[in-house]
């Protein structure tokens, strides 16, 4: 299976401040279509995972644009350019391309 | 607006069954491949299967593989999972989502507890 390995796995973050999360995986997402299915997700307290960003740096419908997401073969990155309260969860990183698709292990970004 | 609803979780003995259902709205369910997800405590998120539109294509990871089965009815916008010979290691919260690669949006999930 393909691991995902986020890093940092605890982010405490300024309100205002930008934060990175980095995701590697041990193989290269690129699909046979051409498209790179790397994913980000964001779990809040108590709710179920909502999808940020789709194939590597599209961003959903009514996802903030201090959202992004970068990367390609094996590094990826999602950035927040400045923290807001509602940002705080666990992100999890998640690859499509290769069966079974896998998840990261999380970050849990807080406020500091 | 595209809306999942997970049904069907509790608590069964080891070796029992258990089926969940998923009822969607808001999109035509026959034209989208379904997913279920698992999130364990201390085992983080895992993809258990997928079905296509037409059922023709359909998935699952190792773990789950021989036991549990997808299935869906279009005509009642569902998606079923069912569980068989459950383990300890299969409690988990088990949410649907719509797509299978960029799979989204999920429900809130239903919680199945495994357990004597």
């Known amino acids: 299976d393909v691991v995902m390995t986020q890093s940092p796995l605890s982010l405490p973050v300024t309100l205002g401040q930008p934060a990175s999360i980095s995701c590697r995986s041990t193989?290269?997402?690129?699909?046979?279509?051409?498209?790179?299915?790397l994913n980000w997700f964001q779990q809040r307290p108590g709710q179920s995972p909502r999808r940020l960003i789709y194939?590597?740096?599209n961003r959903d419908s009514g996802v903030p644009d201090r959202f992004s997401g970068s990367g390609s073969g094996t590094d990826f990155t999602l950035k927040i350019s400045r923290v807001e309260a509602e940002d705080v969860g666990v992100y999890y990183c998640?690859?499509?391309?290769?069966?079974?698709?896998?998840f990261g292990q999380g970050t849990k970004v807080e406020i500091k | 607006q595209v809306q999942l609803v997970e049904s069907g979780g509790g608590l069964v003995e080891p070796g029992g069954s258990l089926r969940l259902s998923c009822v969607a709205s808001?999109?035509?369910?026959?034209?989208?491949?379904m997913s279920w997800i698992r999130q364990a405590p201390g085992r983080g998120l895992e993809w258990i299967s997928y079905?296509?539109?037409?059922?023709?294509?359909?998935n699952y990871a190792d773990p789950v593989k021989g036991r549990f089965t997808i299935s869906r009815d279009n005509a009642k916008k569902s998606v079923y999972l069912q569980m068989n010979s459950l383990r300890a290691d299969d409690t988990a919260v088990y949410y649907c989502?719509?797509?299978?690669?960029?799979?989204?949006?999920w429900g809130q999930g239903t919680l199945v507890t495994v357990s004597s």
């Open positions: 079905i296509s539109g037409s059922s023709s294509d359909t």
């Open positions: 194939k590597v740096s």
């Open positions: 998640m690859q499509g391309t290769h069966w079974p698709w896998t």
């Open positions: 808001g999109f035509s369910i026959s034209d989208s491949y």
């Open positions: 193989q290269g997402l690129v699909y046979s279509d051409g498209n790179t299915y």
């Open positions: 989502a719509r797509g299978t690669r960029a799979a989204a949006p």
